[in-house]
């Protein structure tokens, strides 16, 4: 991602980009005298959607219930529409369609395709067995 300057960014945009991306802080404090470490500190900060710490494994409080719905949609994994720009489930969007905006992926339009070709192909084939049937009874 490359940094870019724009004006029209707001306050909300930034944060959405922060939580999406998320924010890692490290940080290493040393107090010495006369090169004798006196203090030392370490802080580790992080700012993110649980979505984002989940996908990279950041640890999470004691007590954190991970098997609540809302747990379990923030580790199912995203992608950004290329028509309308909202998130969606990777699978639905790949698979079928943006709920959004209704935009389908190749992939997604080939198996329409393949799904009512082999569709056709079985009502052609139980039309020719009940022909074949009524000739017989004949």
């Not at 989940?54 to 954190?64: H, I, N």
């Not at 909202?86 to 198996?111: H, I």
Request: aromatic letters at 6%; glycine letters at 6%; one cysteine or more.
């Amino acid at each position: 991602m490359e940094p870019q300057r724009s004006r029209e960014g707001t306050l909300l945009q930034v944060v959405e980009t922060l939580l999406d991306k998320g924010l890692v802080l490290n940080a290493d404090i040393m107090v010495s005298v006369a090169g004798v470490e006196l203090l030392g500190i370490r802080i580790r900060a992080a700012l993110a959607s649980f979505e984002t710490a989940a996908k990279f494994g950041l640890d999470f409080p004691a007590g954190t219930d991970r098997e609540t719905v809302a747990w379990k949609e923030a580790i199912e994994q995203k992608e950004t529409c290329p028509e309308c720009a909202k998130r969606s489930p990777l699978k639905q969007l790949m698979d079928e369609y943006c709920p959004w905006c209704g935009w389908q992926s190749a992939y997604s339009k080939r198996l329409e395709q393949n799904g009512t070709a082999e569709l056709e192909s079985a009502e052609e084939t139980s039309e020719s067995e009940t022909d074949s049937e009524a000739a017989s009874s004949k």
